[in-house]
């Protein structure tokens, strides 16, 4: 018996590679939305630290915008700087 495809409809799934699964500043999943999220969609903007941390976007820079002294990274306390 052969079989003759008519139709294909194909179907993708992706996650972002991050060391952890959830953003350390809200505590909501990394491939999910924080709660103070603007983008439309299930999804946010995710950035990484040369420190290695990853955090969703709208968390890390309303976390800087609070530091008063020096911007840090809020795992590590060590000077934040965004990796290239």
Do not use: Y
Not at 6 to 14: E, F, L, P, Q, V
């Amino acid at each position: 018996m052969k079989v003759k495809i008519k139709c294909w409809n194909g179907m993708a799934t992706w996650l972002w590679v991050a060391n952890d699964k959830n953003c350390g500043i809200c505590r909501m999943a990394l491939n999910g939305c924080g709660p103070d999220c603007k983008m439309p969609g299930d999804n946010c903007l995710l950035v990484w630290g040369q420190c290695s941390h990853c955090f969703h976007m709208h968390c890390i820079l309303k976390w800087l915008n609070t530091q008063q002294v020096q911007q840090h990274c809020p795992m590590r306390r060590q000077e934040w700087k965004f990796k290239e």
